[in-house]
């Protein structure tokens, strides 16, 4: 694995909020010899029972770690574009789990 990539999977990895995980998981690629199978996971467990509340998960096989005739740079690229995804599907997860809770908390106090 490129360096550059390796940096930027643990960048990512490393960069925590309070009850977030997240997880790098690397499998050689059936596609493609000597390419990866990278599969992103980022969760949010609830604070006090530690149940995964949301939970994203995206793959993506790389293109350009074995092949010289492509530059390292795509799989960094395209793997941002992963990582955004991923971060934008997580947030709007994040809201509909954060208003479902108000909701209910909401119909508890019209009781």
């Known amino acids: 694995m490129h360096q550059e990539l390796k940096h930027r999977l643990v960048t990512w ?63 960094i690229d395209h793997l941002n574009t992963i990582i955004d995804s991923l971060e934008k599907e997580f947030n709007t997860r994040y809201e509909q789990v954060i208003d479902k809770a108000f909701n209910e908390i909401m119909q508890f106090s019209d009781n």
């Open 13 to 75: 990895k490393n960069d925590l909020h309070e009850g977030e995980t997240k997880k790098v998981i690397l499998s050689i690629s059936p596609v493609k010899e000597g390419e990866l199978l990278i599969r992103l996971e980022k969760g949010l467990a609830e604070i006090q029972s530690g149940k995964i509340k949301v939970l994203v998960t995206k793959k993506y096989v790389t293109e350009a770690q074995e092949d010289p005739r492509i530059d390292p740079s795509v799989d």
